[in-house]
């Protein structure tokens, strides 16, 4: 227990109101005041209540004022304007996120002890689902989700791959190194702090090692099939776990069919598609390095490279080019990068959706499956499904959705951060 903290009132928190009938008044109790010498972050009044909801967030907007004099990464108590105590968090004065939340318990104290617990009960909870029975590539720990905001672990094989996206999770990146060489003994964890959010966190940028020695090649075997991949310099941690269901899918789908793979990275859905025994797959990205991995991913499988056809291109050029050429295709996989990080994005986003669906869905015999997936933060899923609606109205087919379809489980969504469910597709089958 923090000496500093007493817990001087009874627990309640401040949401739960007492409704007084005879009188017909709703009584708000408020939430108790903890003692802590440390820095206290005040939210204006109204501005409790995402945070009475569990959202991990507080938006430099919504703040009142600030005493003491926090630096980036200090836990901040964040209070009501009466200085109820609401949660503890992250402070960071750079961000439009000023504070992320590490724990609504009033008598927790932000430790290593803290990060330690936080980090075994995210490795437990995949333990338990048993996650890593059909692969050894795993996200270890999903940010918010897992209760650790900014932080993003992805397993590959015997190395780990940490991301901090926010200023507690820089401030408790020793610990977390620790930890999880601890927890995990992996041969290296590396850190790939360089995405375009930590500058919008304030914080430098950073793609090196953080512990041990990163193996010369790396590989995973995920459902059986073997990809190699490049955690340095690939994209996000290397690869993208979050498909890997969707890519079993496409993959008992593939079957017979000639098969469009468009924004491929390293080849992730063309290799299931192959093994799915298509009769071909063209797999298209405008990343050379992605695809020069993606045909070795195909030779590591040892699958019939005659079967693959690979196109450095831009996909929006590339799909009008096929439409042109009057190629058609059985099976086609439309799985973008993020057009709309935030909702400000979405409408320009929506037209780009669009387009590719909708050429997408002109370039499929009848009867022809299109798995088309966003993995914008901005847009909703009813969103997604209206734009898709749209395309195949325009583009003058009768489709039907045939799976709902979003992250894998070591990806989970806490259902109150509704912004972890960023990924979400839609397997559609056009009529006949
Ligand atoms: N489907 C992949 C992940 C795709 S990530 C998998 O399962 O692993 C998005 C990919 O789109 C990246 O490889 C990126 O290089 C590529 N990309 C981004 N913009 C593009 C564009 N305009 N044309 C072609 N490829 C693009």
Same mark, same amino acid.
């Given at each position: 227990m923090n000496p500093k903290i007493h817990i001087s009132q009874p627990r309640h928190t401040s949401h739960q109101r007492r409704k007084d009938n005879s009188r017909q008044q709703t009584t708000v109790i408020k939430s108790p005041v903890v003692p802590f010498s440390g820095p206290h972050l005040f939210v204006q009044d109204g501005r409790e209540k995402s945070l009475q909801r569990r959202h991990p967030w507080v938006f430099s907007g919504a703040v009142e004022r600030i005493e003491g004099a926090p630096a980036s990464g200090d836990t901040v108590q964040v209070c009501d304007t009466q200085g109820g105590f609401l949660a503890w968090a992250a402070y960071n004065p750079q961000s439009q996120i000023c504070a992320r939340v590490w724990s609504w318990q009033a008598a927790e104290k932000i430790d290593a002890d803290f990060i330690y617990r936080k980090i075994s009960n995210a490795l437990n909870a995949r333990n338990q689902l048993k996650l890593n029975q059909h692969s050894n590539g795993m996200r270890l720990i999903h940010g918010e989700s897992d209760g650790l905001p900014g932080l993003i672990v992805d397993q590959y094989a015997d190395v780990l791959v940490a991301q901090l996206g926010s200023a507690g999770a820089e401030r408790w990146r020793d610990t977390i190194a620790d930890v999880l060489q601890g927890l995990c003994k992996p041969v290296c964890i590396y850190e790939r702090s360089d995405s375009d959010g930590r500058e919008l966190e304030g914080l430098p940028k950073r793609n090196e090692i953080l512990r041990g020695k990163l193996p010369a090649e790396l590989s995973i075997a995920e459902n059986g099939i073997h990809i190699a991949l490049d955690v340095a310099a690939g994209q996000k941690t290397g690869f993208y776990l979050d498909q890997r269901d969707n890519r079993k899918l496409i993959g008992k789908l593939a079957e017979g069919r000639d098969v469009l793979n468009c924004f491929c990275y390293t080849g992730g859905f063309s290799l299931y598609a192959l093994r799915g025994g298509a009769k071909s797959v063209l797999s298209i990205d405008s990343s050379a390095e992605a695809l020069q991995l993606a045909q070795r991913n195909v030779e590591l499988n040892g699958f019939?490279? $005659?079967r693959a056809e690979w196109q450095d291109k831009d996909v929006f050029e590339a799909l009008r080019k096929l439409r042109d050429q009057n190629r058609k295709f059985d099976l086609i996989v439309l799985d973008p990068p993020?057009? $709309?990080?935030? $909702? $400000?994005f979405a409408e320009k986003a929506a037209r780009a959706y669009k387009d590719i669906n909708l050429l997408g869905l002109k370039l499929l015999r009848p009867g022809g499956i299109l798995a088309t997936f966003s993995c914008s933060g901005g847009i909703s899923d009813d969103l997604f499904q209206k734009i898709i609606a749209g395309a195949a109205l325009d583009a003058g087919v009768d489709a039907q959705i045939v799976h709902k379809v979003h992250a894998a489980a070591d990806h989970p969504v806490l259902l109150s951060f509704p912004e972890g469910a960023y990924l979400k597709g839609l397997v559609l089958r056009v009529a006949g």
């Open positions: 019939d490279a $005659a993020k057009f $709309a990080p935030t $909702a $400000a």
